[in-house]
């Protein structure tokens, strides 16, 4: 994994964690792969995957089984939305707000854009069925 | 596991390299040594492995003196040197021949690994130094010693190799262990160490984990040098100004940048002390 972006890695694996929730690659209450398994696979020293893990136990995200593993929780379909939904509220909107500001980009302009994307989609997901 | 008390070192008695040093290392982690050209970085492994003896002060490593050379201690440390010195006979001899050394020894894994570094089944003599230095990396990593030294092991390494050696650090470590890593190349195992010493001119600067440098500061490419904030350190260049500033409450956590680090312990030798010690 390259670890690009200017967030603590623990979080950058927690971020991933949470995608392959949401795109059901680890299903709710199915183990994910131990400490060491992600360490290894991710090439990270298992402390900073320990600390991942961590970190999404106390967001109720994951569950530690003793001397089983660690499974995903019922219901963590909507943690992991909530708490993405605070990153990107937190983190992501204020760099597009300021991109905004300096090119000058006006807020009906990108509901605009918005819009025609949101209808784009439904086209597609359309054309797809 | 390991504890420096007011240790003097010296090629020669005039001249110290280090002069009443204090440092202390813990099991269960992947240390960093970082340190310019010259700074003393292979001594201080040495004088762990007691390859070299202190002049002065006490130096214990698992309760044991080094410099008695006892075998029990032996067993539980395993240095690969920077340089590596390997005579011309077959890579299996060669690990038979160290195995008696290290009571924890596993032959199975030792295969394994060199199988994964793709090292060819023959004699020591044909083989590139890269794959010299993997036989070694791959002998000490199943010699399950306590104490795993790695002098610049990336150094001649090809990219699988290195990607490998990442795999295989995050395989053997446990709480019992500690693997230190003497390196330059800081982008090689960046995302592994978990615990920085850094040393400059006969002075240990630093000796933290990357947690709590991450919690005291923040780095970042800024587009403009604020009047207001202080810097500890800034490096510039068309592209902006990576900065390196001591975090306050609203700063988001960032990802270490180890280059960075360094360049600020070595230029702000001080300031990054004060924060640290």
């Given amino acids: ?129 | 596991m390991i504890q420096f008390n007011n240790v003097s070192f010296g090629y020669s008695k005039q001249k110290l390299l280090y002069a009443n040093i204090n440092l202390e290392l813990r099991a269960g982690s992947v240390y960093g040594l970082l340190g310019k050209n010259g700074a003393g970085k292979s001594t201080l492994l040495k004088l762990m492995a007691g390859l070299v003896y202190p002049q002065q002060g006490k130096l214990s490593v698992f309760d044991a003196d080094p410099t008695k050379r006892d075998p029990s201690f032996m067993h539980e440390v395993f240095f690969i040197p920077e340089e590596i010195d390997t005579p011309s006979i077959h890579v299996l001899d060669f690990g038979a021949e160290h195995m008696p050394f290290y009571p924890k020894f596993n032959n199975d894994q030792f295969l394994h690994y060199l199988k994964e570094f793709d090292i060819p089944m023959t004699n020591l003599n044909t083989m590139s130094f890269g794959q010299k230095k993997k036989v070694w990396i791959a002998m000490g990593m199943a010699s399950n010693a306590s104490l795993i030294i790695l002098d610049e092991p990336t150094n001649g390494l090809d990219i699988p190799s290195k990607r490998m050696l990442r795999k295989l650090i995050a395989t053997v470590l446990n709480e019992d262990t500690c693997i230190i890593i003497s390196t330059h190349q800081v982008k090689d195992l960046d995302s592994l160490i978990d615990k920085i010493i850094l040393v400059d001119e006969g002075e240990i600067i630093v000796n933290t984990d990357t947690e709590s440098i991450t919690e005291k500061l923040v780095f970042k490419l800024s587009p403009n040098i604020s009047t207001t904030d202080q810097y500890l350190y800034y490096e510039t260049s068309l592209a902006g100004h990576l900065i390196v500033k001591e975090r306050s409450l609203e700063d988001e956590a960032t990802k270490l940048d180890l280059e960075l680090f360094f360049n600020a312990g070595i230029n702000n030798k001080n300031g990054i002390k004060q924060l640290f010690n």
Avoid: W
């Fill in chain 1, 1 to 129: 994994m390259n670890f690009h972006s200017n967030k603590a890695i623990y979080i950058q694996i927690a971020d991933l964690i949470c995608e392959k929730i949401l795109s059901k690659t680890f299903k709710e209450e199915e183990r994910i792969p131990s400490v060491r398994e992600l360490a290894i696979d991710l090439e990270v020293n298992p402390n900073t995957v320990m600390r991942t893990y961590e970190y999404l136990q106390d967001l109720h995200i994951i569950t530690n089984k003793r001397g089983v593993g660690f499974f995903v929780n019922t219901y963590s379909i909507e943690k992991v939305t909530a708490y993405l939904r605070k990153e990107f509220m937190e983190q992501e909107l204020p760099t597009l707000f300021k991109n905004m500001k300096i090119l000058a980009v006006n807020i009906n302009e990108l509901e605009k854009l918005y819009h025609q994307y949101l209808q784009n989609n439904i086209k597609n997901s359309n054309e797809k069925k």
